[in-house]
């Protein structure tokens, strides 16, 4: 069984803290997304990564950073938490195909966090 | 961006009835896939159809997909209180690689 799996599954920072949110698959994915949802807005890709130490933003990077120094893990990283981000964080990994470009994509269960 | 576009929004339906949810997208793909989410978890994969496939089933599922009309449906026959759940397509976008985004969402109720 693939499994994704993100390091918390419910979190409460603070107002500029630096946060991390780690994601770690383990089939040897080559691409790993971060994803923001939020009520009424579908997912939102923040950031994405199709290899070790390459990265692509989204549609919506501002305040976020991403670090993927080995394959198996993508971090999302919150440079100065504000409110606006409070949400739910779902991460997810997929195999590279040269035909399909994505196939079918496995997710993490999810990590709510909270920004007071 | 988002690129797909599900429809309805919402829709609620009694046990034992089918669920349509359509899905339309803006540039072209090579593939489009569906999700499923249960409230408050991760989602799960459900079916991938190619861009040169016209329909596809799995189990309860049909997937149908118009290249031509930019378009893709899910059926989900004889619905149970189970299946109550969002769902989402997806389509990995050519032009930017590896990019997979989502729509929204249609949110389906089940009434048992």
């Known amino acids: 069984d693939v499994k994704v799996t993100q390091s918390s599954r419910y979190l409460v920072k603070r107002t500029g803290e630096k946060v991390f949110l780690e994601c770690v698959q383990d089939m040897d994915h080559e691409n790993m997304f971060w994803y923001r949802q939020d009520p009424g807005l579908g997912l939102r890709l923040i950031y994405f990564s199709y290899d070790v130490k390459m990265k692509e933003k989204g549609d919506i990077p501002e305040g976020y950073s991403v670090s993927r120094e080995k394959k198996e893990r993508f971090s999302l990283i919150l440079e100065s938490a504000s409110t606006n981000q409070t949400s739910m964080y779902l991460c997810?990994?997929?195999?590279?195909?040269?035909?399909?470009?994505?196939?079918?994509?496995?997710f993490g269960q999810g990590t709510r966090l909270t920004v007071v | 961006s988002q690129q797909g576009e599900e429809d309805p929004q919402a829709l609620s339906i009694q046990e034992g009835e089918n669920a349509t949810m359509n899905c339309s997208y803006k540039?072209?793909?090579?593939?489009l896939q569906w999700y499923r989410q249960n409230s408050g978890r991760g989602l799960v994969h459900l079916i991938l159809?190619?861009?040169?496939?016209r329909e596809k089933h799995s189990g309860r599922l049909r997937v149908t997909l118009d290249t031509s009309k930019k378009s893709s449906s899910l059926l989900i026959t004889a619905s149970r209180a189970a299946d109550t759940a969002s769902y989402f397509c997806a389509t990995p976008l050519k032009e930017y690689g590896n990019k997979l985004v989502f729509g929204a969402g249609t949110i389906l109720r089940v009434k048992s």
């Open positions: 540039t072209s793909i090579n593939n």
């Open positions: 997810a990994s997929s195999l590279f195909s040269i035909t399909l470009m994505n196939t079918e994509a496995f």
């Open positions: 159809i190619r861009s040169n496939e």
